[in-house]
């Protein structure tokens, strides 16, 4: 196998080894099977069938909420940590519900690079463009699982073709498909020069994998049906004319994917793509940051929040701050600075996320991924140092698409409703505008099942019965400019005014008309559909 190229020699093997990435996927692609044997084949869990009992309503062990295990959809982002070989893989993974692309989208912001699930049937499907695109702006390396290669898939070449051409990113097979459907026999790896057989016997155990020495190994064709055998040696043979070889500089600078094809129901081919992202995915990279670049192998720790989670046992009332470690080696009882309200913080009791339990971290390293329990202090886009007044950047928050009025089904319980919108507001679950004029509360969401999951853990976490009811606004824009100006422009529009759950200052309007009218009138202030965490 080549060696991958590292853009970090200065690296201490601890924090060399580790890869953290996340799964992209369409729903169905097969994302969750997926993690289930990475977990598998990384120690975590013993059996297949553990993250998800089969028959039963789709559910993951990360999952724990009534909502998901009733909509069987991950809501949200989780973190596991394993062994694999010599690598630590730190798996994030990512709500695959389209309604949930902003919680993604700051997931990606903690990983350095993507696994790509695609189904060979179906190929790339609207999710997978629409995370694709948000790997693209962070030029996050991807690599390419083509899925379901045991049912009837599309064409090995139309495949790779409709990567190129609907994503523009090089593809270069790892690995070439022999046979497909019923036929399906495994993989010619090309990285390595084996053949890998699937058995469809066990699901659970990994392919045989027999050495060859090029396409003309008599041993080929005792494993390989003659039919076959043509057929591959006529496609690995185009293959290498037509696409481009694998080139791992490429790949990190994320021009280029290479793709396996397996079937992970049968565990075909995860070990391949495992072993893939040990060689050709990257350690931690550099962090962006204010004022500084934060560089891994720095000795001093440095992290910031990309999720936070409340209310994960709600027996605990608990809230878990998912920090991204950018660098140094992290030890349990560390005192640490809180950028923002330049607080020291003791972080006594870290957890790392193994697939099954919460466990107590005692270190961690760059690139690793720790909870860190709070009662509130800790915000998405919070850094924390080890006294330097760094603060990461690039974590953005979206205006909301839709805005709804939120109300208490009992009035008697109002005041406890406000309390209730905040912690998710923070959370990152909704945005919450408090307008100027008239009480209540408008809540916006991304997705309009964000609605349902929060009336239903506003109920379960809270004891509290709320009804989303329509809103006389559509869009909401973030106010910039100079405080003046901004002061005078809400003093006019005040039936137009809220702030947010940070204070900052937002208008409201129903019409695409006003926005543009505000941008023409007032030159002075930006309104922007965008802010950033802070
Ligand atoms: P997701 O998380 O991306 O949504 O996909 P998930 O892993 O849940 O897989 C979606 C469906 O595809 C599941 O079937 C799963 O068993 C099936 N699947 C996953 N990998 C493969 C594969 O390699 N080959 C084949 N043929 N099927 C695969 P389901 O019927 O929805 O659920 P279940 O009853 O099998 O649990």
Redesign the pocket.
């Known amino acids: 196998m080549l060696d991958a190229p590292t853009n970090r020699p200065d690296l201490p093997p601890e924090i060399a080894r580790r890869r953290t990435f996340a799964i992209i996927?369409?729903?169905?692609?097969?994302?969750?099977?997926?993690?289930?044997k990475f977990l598998l084949y990384g120690g975590a869990i013993q059996m297949a069938g553990q993250v998800?009992a089969?028959?039963?309503a789709?559910r993951t062990r990360s999952d724990f909420m009534q909502m998901e295990k009733d909509r069987g959809i991950?809501v949200s982002a989780s973190a596991m940590s394993f062994d694999y070989g010599k690598y630590r893989f730190n798996l994030v993974d990512t709500p695959?519900h389209s309604d949930f692309s902003e919680d993604t989208y700051r997931t990606l912001t903690a990983v350095d690079a993507a696994i790509m699930?695609i189904?060979g049937a179906k190929g790339v499907e609207s999710q997978t463009q629409k995370l694709f695109e948000v790997c693209r702006l962070r030029d996050l390396p991807i690599l390419t699982f083509c899925?379901?290669?045991?049912?009837e898939s599309r064409d090995t070449f139309e495949i790779i073709d409709e990567i190129q051409e609907m994503l523009a990113i090089d593809v270069t097979p790892a690995s070439w498909p022999i046979g497909q459907g019923r036929d399906f026999l495994g993989c010619y790896d090309m990285l390595n020069n084996r053949l890998e057989l699937m058995d469809r016997a066990d699901r659970n155990r990994v392919a045989e994998s027999i050495r060859i020495e090029g396409l003309d190994d008599p041993k080929l064709a005792q494993h390989v049906p003659e039919h076959l055998l043509e057929k591959l040696l006529e496609e690995v043979e185009m293959a290498r004319e037509l696409l481009p070889a694998l080139d791992p500089q490429s790949v990190l600078e994320g021009h280029m994917t290479p793709i396996w094809f397996?079937?992970?129901?049968?565990s075909?081919g995860v070990k391949e793509l495992m072993d893939g992202i040990g060689t050709y995915g990257p350690e931690p990279q550099v962090q962006a940051a204010e004022p500084r670049k934060i560089a891994p192998e720095e000795p001093k720790v440095a992290g910031f929040v990309f999720k936070v989670q409340a209310n994960m046992d709600p027996k605990h009332r608990d809230r878990v701050a998912f920090v991204r470690l950018a660098s140094g080696h992290f030890q349990r009882g560390m005192k640490l600075l809180h950028v923002r309200s330049k607080k020291p913080m003791a972080v006594s009791n870290p957890v790392l996320f193994l697939a099954a339990d919460r466990e107590l971290a005692e270190e961690a390293w760059a690139g690793d991924i720790i909870g860190i329990p709070n009662h509130g202090q800790l915000r998405i886009g919070d850094t924390l140092t080890e006294g330097e007044p760094l603060r990461v950047t690039g974590i953005p928050s979206f205006a909301p698409e839709l805005l709804k009025v939120c109300r208490a089904g009992d009035p008697m319980k109002a005041k406890h409703l406000d309390k209730a919108l905040m912690q998710f507001a923070e959370e990152g679950a909704a945005k919450v505008f408090k307008p100027l004029m008239g009480a209540g509360f408008i809540v916006g969401v991304v997705g309009a099942l964000q609605f349902e999951v929060l009336a239903s853990r506003i109920e379960l976490e809270y004891g509290l019965p709320v009804r989303f009811e329509p809103s006389q606004f559509t869009s909401a824009r973030w106010v910039h400019g100079d405080k003046p100006a901004v002061e005078a422009f809400t003093q006019k529009n005040k039936q137009h005014m809220a702030t947010d759950n940070d204070g900052d200052v937002v208008y409201m309007t129903r019409l695409q008309w006003d926005i543009d009218r505000v941008a023409r009138d007032h030159p002075e202030l930006t309104l922007s559909a965008t802010k950033e965490m802070q």
């Open positions: 996927s369409h729903p169905d692609a097969g994302k969750t099977t997926l993690t289930e998800r089969k028959g039963e789709r991950s695959g699930v189904d899925n379901k290669m045991d049912r397996g079937s992970a129901i049968n075909f």
